[in-house]
């Protein structure tokens, strides 16, 4: 059986088209997304009943799980990426990969901040060397990590590659350090402070958190359209389309 | 198979040649093991339990002196060169290039690893346990840096990126590794962290060669 694939679907790798398609949707994204963090936050903090062992303090949740949820999400969808880029070599790919790294670094340090924060109230210290805390933590280094060999290399290519390379090494280990980390602290011995046993939590609380993960991937999804935007034209800044674009036909700098 | 232990025997020939690039990991090791004592506290029960994870550390830390210098020899001469356009499959050389490397970097540490633990009075079991673990482990770092090196092969200037690169990516090593350690000093059972150590040696062998291939073909280019 041969899969067709629509027309339009290949030409999105084409970076004008995408460009284009990334001008029309982005805004879209944007919105929604705002919408919806707007009615989350709101259910959130007023309408969620303050829960009977945290009162107030739980409400971090919805700043603290999604961040958490798309700092490992983005790592895939980077390393997705990346693999495509180096596989097809799809230069478009590569551009989405680089786009990626420091919105997920940016939202595995809120998951980081937010989760001390959270931590000081109900454990009685910022920072506790527990597996979720620990894989987070090394998470953020393999970000750190990701960027600098991309900005070590002054030829793009070469960085692209070098970097997607790292991509898929990091995304086969992250399963092993994350299990390690957990295996580890199960025979670790001494003192080990136990999650937050979640209480099977009320529909009430519950939606809120669901509408903030949705608007955080949809935020997510429309800063990386606008990321992939920048570095297309940076990447792109001697194409010709750029060059038409930036003139624009009336004249206008767009 | 010919070229293959030829090129082995080449990489151990060189290596011996520049005789201060093998001792110089060694006396790394020795010398920041015995850093510790002397800036935390020389008692017995704190060197006991601070033990495993140093020397584990400090073994990482030398494996990782000796990285930068991998393959950048090998790539100015352009024998790298020939090695990739050759018939053999890249990933395969590159898996004889770490064994090179680990047995030019990681199998000293290993020799050297008992006469540091007596310095922190770990019991005998822990000793033991100790260089196990550096064996099964090391040869997992070696890979490991070998994509590291390989990625970072054309840079200038790379010792602090191929360390940030290569660290995270050792963590699950040096936690089974020092916690192994720890635990058979406390007389208990460590057959369960060596499988995993084993386990992940096993990955690392299989997986690892193809992607420092990929990286040498990139720093090539």
């Known amino acids: ?254 | 198979m010919r070229l293959l232990r030829a090129m082995l025997l080449r990489d151990l020939r060189l290596a011996f040649r520049r005789w201060g690039d093998v001792v110089s990991p060694l006396m790394f090791f020795a010398i920041v093991t015995s850093l510790f004592p002397l800036a935390l506290s020389p008692r017995h029960d704190v060197l006991q339990s601070l033990g495993p994870g140093v020397l584990w550390i400090a073994a990482l830390l030398a494996m990782l002196l000796s990285l930068n210098a991998l393959f950048r020899q090998d790539i100015e001469d352009g024998s790298m060169e020939q090695l990739a356009i050759g018939p053999h499959p890249l990933a395969l050389l590159m898996l004889y290039k770490s064994l090179g490397h680990w047995l030019v970097a990681g199998l000293p540490l290993v020799a050297l690893a008992p006469l540091l633990a007596v310095t922190y009075y770990l019991p005998g079991d822990a000793v033991a346990a100790l260089c196990l673990t550096l064996l099964i482990g090391t040869p997992t770092l070696s890979l490991l840096g070998s994509v590291g090196a390989a990625l970072t092969a054309g840079i200038r200037q790379s010792s602090g990126l191929l360390a940030l690169l290569v660290l995270p990516l050792c963590l699950p090593v040096l936690m089974f590794g020092s916690r192994a350690t720890a635990l058979a000093g406390q007389g208990e059972d460590i057959s369960g962290p060596l499988l995993l150590l084993a386990a992940m040696l096993a990955l690392a062998a299989s997986l690892l060669p193809l992607a420092a291939a990929a990286g040498i073909r990139i720093s090539l280019d």
Not at chain 1, 44 to 57: C, H
Not at chain 1, 133 to 152: K, Q
Not at chain 1, 172 to 178: D, E, G
Not at chain 1, 218 to 223: G, I, R, S
Request: glycine letters at 6%; proline letters at 6%; a positive charge.
């Open chain 1, 1 to 254: 059986m041969r899969i067709t694939l629509p027309t339009w679907f290949h030409k999105l790798a084409s970076p004008p088209h995408f460009y284009r398609f990334a001008r029309l949707l982005g805004p879209w994204l944007l919105w929604v997304s705002l919408l919806l963090m707007l009615i989350g936050a709101w259910g959130g903090l007023f309408l969620a009943p303050p829960d009977y062992q945290q009162g107030d303090g739980f409400r971090i949740i919805y700043v603290h799980v999604p961040s958490a949820y798309l700092s490992t999400m983005i790592y895939a969808v980077m390393a997705t990426a990346a693999a495509i880029g180096l596989i097809w070599r799809i230069k478009l790919a590569h551009a989405v990969a680089a786009a990626a790294a420091p919105v997920g670094a940016w939202f595995t340090f809120l998951a980081l901040v937010t989760g001390a924060l959270w931590g000081k109230p109900m454990w009685g210290t910022y920072w506790e060397w527990d597996p979720r805390l620990t894989s987070e933590l090394i998470l953020l280094f393999l970000y750190f990590g990701y960027m600098s060999l991309r900005s070590a290399f002054d030829d793009q290519s070469r960085a692209d590659r070098a970097s997607a390379v790292l991509a898929l090494v990091g995304v086969v280990n992250l399963p092993i350090i994350h299990y390690s980390v957990i295996w580890w602290s199960s025979i670790h011995q001494g003192p080990t402070i136990s999650k937050l046993d979640a209480p099977s939590i009320t529909t009430d609380m519950l939606w809120p958190l669901l509408v903030m993960i949705l608007a955080y991937t949809l935020f997510f999804a429309a800063v990386l359209l606008q990321r992939v935007r920048a570095e297309v034209l940076d990447r792109e800044r001697h194409a010709r389309w750029v060059q038409e674009l930036l003139a624009g036909p009336e004249g206008e700098v767009r």
